[in-house]
C-alpha cells in the first residue's frame, strides 16, 4: 500500500511566521503535490513538482514556496504566515502517467492566529 | 463552464437505497478518470478507476458516458459508511494537474 505522510495533523501558527508542512512518501514516486481545501472551494492545487529539485505553480502558488531535494520528501514553505492561510494542506502523490491515482497524506489542519 | 462539475447535494437516501450521480466534465480529450471518497475532515481516499467504458466493484459502478462527457457513480444497497463526499476527477494525457470536482455529499440514514 502506498503510505504518504504528513508531519503534522494540527498545527497553530501565529501571523508571521515561516511555517514548514512536511511530506513524506515511500513508493518511489515521481509526482508530488500540495493542495489546500477550503468549505465550498475544492481542492485547489499549490505547487507540484514532476521529479527531484523540479517545482511547478499550481493555480494558487501566491505566499507558498516548496523544496524537493529528495524523491520521497516535498516541503511546503509558508513565508509569512497569514490568516488567509489558515486551511487544511493535502499532500498527494502518484507514478508518472495520467492513468495512475492520486494518493494523500492524511492532511494537515493549520490555524494562523 | 467550469472544467468538472458535481452536484454538491446532500443526497439522503435510506439504508439499502440505490442512488446515482453524476459528474460532469469540459474537456473532451480527458481519458481516464477516478472516483474518490472523502470522509469529513479526512483526506479524499480512492474508491473506483475508469479506464474505459466503465467499472464495477462490489456494490459500486461507474459509469462513463463521452458522447455527453459525464461519468456516474452507482451506489447499490447503501450503506451508513456510505456517507461521505464523492469527488470526481477526469485526468488528460499531457498534464500533470488533476482537477478535482468539489464533490456531492451523499448521506446514508437508518
Known amino acids: 500500500d502506498v503510505k504518504v505522510t504528513q508531519s503534522s495533523r494540527y498545527l497553530v501558527k501565529r501571523t508571521g511566521e515561516k511555517v514548514f508542512l512536511e511530506c513524506v512518501q515511500d513508493m518511489d514516486h515521481e509526482n508530488m503535490f500540495w493542495y489546500r481545501q477550503d468549505p465550498g472551494l475544492g481542492l485547489r492545487l499549490i505547487y507540484f513538482?514532476?521529479?527531484?529539485?523540479?517545482?511547478e505553480k499550481g493555480d494558487i502558488p501566491e505566499g507558498y514556496s516548496v523544496s524537493r531535494e529528495k524523491k520521497e520528501r516535498f516541503s511546503l514553505i509558508l513565508e509569512s504566515a497569514s490568516t488567509n492561510q489558515t486551511s487544511m494542506y493535502l499532500c498527494?502523490?502518484?507514478?508518472?502517467?495520467?492513468?495512475?491515482?492520486?494518493?494523500f497524506g492524511d492532511g494537515t489542519r493549520l490555524s494562523i492566529l | 463552464r467550469k472544467e468538472v462539475e458535481q452536484d454538491p447535494g446532500p443526497f439522503n437516501v435510506p439504508e439499502g437505497a440505490t442512488v446515482a450521480f453524476n459528474c460532469t466534465y469540459s474537456?473532451?480529450?480527458?481519458?481516464?478518470f477516478f472516483w474518490y471518497r472523502q470522509d469529513c475532515r479526512k483526506e479524499p481516499k480512492l474508491l473506483m478507476s475508469?479506464?474505459?467504458s466503465g467499472n464495477e466493484d462490489g456494490r459500486f459502478t461507474a459509469q462513463l458516458n463521452r458522447a455527453s462527457q459525464y461519468i456516474s457513480l452507482l451506489i447499490r444497497d447503501s450503506k451508513l459508511s456510505d456517507s461521505a463526499t464523492y469527488l470526481c476527477?477526469?485526468?488528460?494525457?499531457?498534464?500533470?494537474?488533476?482537477?478535482f470536482g468539489t464533490g456531492t455529499r451523499l448521506k446514508v440514514l437508518a
Open positions: 476527477v477526469p485526468t488528460t494525457s499531457g498534464t500533470y494537474k488533476y482537477i
Open positions: 474537456n473532451s480529450a480527458s481519458q481516464s
Open positions: 498527494a502523490s502518484r507514478l508518472t502517467g495520467n492513468s495512475q491515482p492520486q494518493h
Open positions: 513538482s514532476y521529479d527531484v529539485k523540479m517545482k
Open positions: 475508469v479506464y474505459s
